[in-house]
């Protein structure tokens, strides 16, 4: 009797941190939600740090704007954390050139222009994305002292990766970032 109400209270406690554990991720993704974050450094899994505060304070520290070019390529750390979970496994990951036109305002109708689309593979239902080493290069159409602003969308209904999703005519946005490489 005595061991199997040791038992219950061990499964107990266990199931009390893991509600916490709930309760401190989703503080942090209240707080990163709908954003891409990048760094030039890799950051260590969740299960690593003691609370869900120490991992904030560590991805605000490591959080770049811009990233340099090392050996003629970008490696690039990201996580996102998405604005509602995956509907499906795999989404698609768009960077666009954010350089404005020289034109007159009246005339700034241009859309900016997609430089290269890549298809991420997700866990349905999941609220967050990480990819380590991601690289990117001149050959792909990066290029240095831009301005890029990556998207994580809903992967097109038809026409394969290059395709637009079709709600209302726009993608269907999850998260968002901003990188200039140098």
Excluded at 140 to 150: A, L, N, Q, S
């Amino acid at each position: 009797m005595r061991r199997l109400v040791v038992g219950v209270m061990v499964v107990a406690a266990l199931l009390v941190a893991g509600v916490r554990r709930a309760d401190a991720d989703d503080a942090m993704w209240q707080t990163f939600r709908g954003r891409v974050m990048f760094s030039d450094v890799a950051l260590a899994p969740a299960d690593n740090f003691a609370s869900s505060a120490t991992m904030t304070a560590a991805l605000r520290r490591l959080e770049r704007t811009s990233v340099d070019q090392g050996a003629g390529f970008w490696r690039l750390h990201m996580i996102a954390f998405l604005d509602r979970p995956a509907a499906t496994d795999a989404l698609v990951l768009r960077a666009i050139d954010m350089r404005s036109p020289r034109e007159p305002r009246e005339v700034r109708v241009i859309e900016p222009k997609q430089v290269r689309v890549f298809e991420v593979p997700v866990e349905r239902g999941s609220r967050e994305v990480r990819m380590d080493d991601f690289v990117v290069t001149e050959g792909m159409g990066f290029e240095r002292g831009v301005t890029y602003e990556m998207r994580l969308e809903a992967a097109p209904e038809e026409g394969g990766v290059g395709g637009e999703a079709k709600k209302a005519g726009k993608a269907d946005v999850y998260a968002k970032g901003v990188i200039t490489l140098r």
